[in-house]
């Protein structure tokens, strides 16, 4: 788990949870008590008290849906915003890019995840993201990026890269033995920087750190979680662990 702070909203706190805290998705054949275990685990575990974690249903879509309170139903979506700022937004990856995104609306603070995995990438989900916040009037867009399989990793066949270099010029990359690959978590620091937006990238890849589920690691069912949230300005964020690096601005 590595808990860190935005700049421009110092009372917004983003966690990626990871192996140590155990499964954090219902949706992929675990055991339901052993999840909410997990989810319980994530919350208390470090003093995040009562979190009023909202989830959705992921699909690989550009669908924007509003975080829902807990108890009512989750929402089919890839992305989902909280305009009030007193939940905790979730979203859960084993490889895709997992995006939580704080602004302002005066003195209110509107947060929004997304999961931007190559189909909701080149299907727009982050710029509908960008859009919801916006219809809301936020400014002041501040985004984290989390662990996700990264450019030097993620193989394509060369159609595929072909085919979204077209679609999302700049995704397309190399792997680190030669062969076509996209370079997800790059393109989606380079779209939301190009919208304006302050970008903090984790630069953890998910498949080379044990550190973080992976799917094409060899995790089919486990996920990691995202989450984000309005915290007390005044709690210190977490120690980044042994071996990791704290979260960076992008370098530009
Ligand atoms: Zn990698």
Redesign the pocket.
């Given at each position: 788990m590595r808990i860190e702070r935005f700049e421009k909203h110092p009372g917004v706190r983003v966690a990626f949870s990871g192996r140590a805290e155990g499964n954090q998705a219902s949706h992929t054949g675990l055991e339901p008590g052993e999840v909410a275990a997990a989810r319980a685990a994530l919350a208390g575990r470090h003093g995040l008290g009562p979190l009023r974690g909202a989830f959705m249903s992921q699909v690989h879509s550009a669908t924007v849906a509003t975080a829902p309170a807990p108890g009512a139903a989750v929402p089919e979506a890839d992305a989902l915003l909280d305009a009030e700022g007193g939940l905790a937004p979730v979203v859960l990856t084993a490889d895709c890019v997992p995006v939580a995104i704080a602004g302002s609306v005066g003195k209110r603070t509107v947060l929004a995840v997304a999961h931007a995995g190559r189909p909701g990438l080149l299907g727009g989900v982050l710029e509908a993201t960008l859009e919801a916040l916006r219809e809301q009037g936020a400014s002041e867009l501040e985004a984290g990026i989390g662990p996700a399989?990264?450019g030097?990793?993620y193989e394509v066949p060369e159609a595929m890269r072909a085919e979204a270099e077209a679609s999302l010029p700049g995704i397309s990359s190399v792997t680190s033995w030669g062969t076509p690959a996209l370079d997800l978590p790059g393109a989606s620091a380079a779209l939301l920087e190009r919208a304006g937006v302050l970008v903090h990238s984790s630069h953890a890849?998910t498949?080379?750190d044990r550190a973080w589920f992976s799917y094409r690691g060899g995790d089919k069912a486990p996920r990691n979680a995202t989450l984000l949230w309005v915290g007390d300005d005044r709690e210190p964020a977490s120690s980044p662990r042994r071996g990791e690096e704290p979260i960076k601005e992008e370098a530009k």
């Open positions: 399989v990264c030097a990793c890849c498949l080379e």
